[in-house]
């Protein structure tokens, strides 16, 4: 299994580009996540997707779209990049490893996206 | 809403000392708890987790208990290496499953 592949790992864009960062699993998980990280602030949930076809907004979820239309894919779209926008961007996804609340997330290694 | 405190960092220490990271919490409910932990230019690995009160996790030498009436998941160490050195996460797992809500992390630095 190759887990949580992220693409591409670097990015630059210019203020007012858009772009799509890819997410794909292969662990057939039901549950995916986007999330990003700031010096100081941990990891902020963007957008999760709780199956095919179902999305939902996280903490931070303005200038982001995303959509769910396979289980292995998520893909996260900034409409128009603000330099707010910089900082490294993490997918996961998670299953239940017994109860109601015990999801494990596995990670990707991130993409580290820089807006000028 | 639902929130994780981690003490800050960064916390710098000699090779075999030992090792304590706090982390509280606020949840309405019954979440699951979890540390993560990320290496320099890594996403973040599961180090261990504990899904209901009195639980501990344990692994590669580190423990945590889930302590109900302290509200708290702090994370130990008896003797840390150099490789250990990274920075940690404490997250819980709110009502909803599959979302993770994180601490701000604390780097910790192992000197030889």
Not at chain 2, 29 to 54: M, N, R
Request: include cysteine; hydrophobic fraction near 30%.
């Amino acid at each position: 299994n190759a887990g949580v592949t992220q693409t591409p790992k670097f990015q630059v864009l210019k203020t007012g580009q858009s772009m799509t960062l890819q997410c794909a699993q292969d662990m057939n998980h039901e549950y995916m996540s986007w999330y990003r990280q700031d010096p100081g602030m941990g990891l902020r949930l963007i957008h999760y997707s709780v199956g095919a076809g179902i999305t939902d907004q996280g903490e931070v979820p303005n200038g982001y779209n995303v959509s769910r239309s396979t289980t292995e894919d998520f893909p996260l779209r900034l409409l128009s990049a603000a330099p707010s926008q910089t900082s490294v961007y993490f997918c996961a996804s998670s299953y239940s490893s017994g109860g109601w609340s015990a999801y494990e997330q596995y990670f990707g290694p991130g993409t580290r996206l820089t807006v000028t | 809403g639902d929130s994780v405190t981690q003490m800050e960092g960064p916390v710098t220490l000699s090779e075999e000392a030992f090792l304590t990271i706090n982390c509280t919490y606020t949840a309405t409910g019954y979440p699951s708890l979890f540390w993560y932990v990320q290496y320099p230019g890594e996403g973040l690995q599961l180090l261990l987790k504990a899904t209901k009160a009195d639980d501990k996790g344990s692994n590669k030498g580190f423990e945590a208990t889930y302590r109900k009436e302290t509200t708290s998941f702090h994370l130990e160490k008896g003797s840390v290496q150099v490789s250990d050195s990274a920075v940690y996460f404490c997250a819980l797992s709110d009502q909803e499953g599959g979302k993770l809500i994180f601490g701000q992390g604390t780097e910790l630095s192992v000197k030889p």
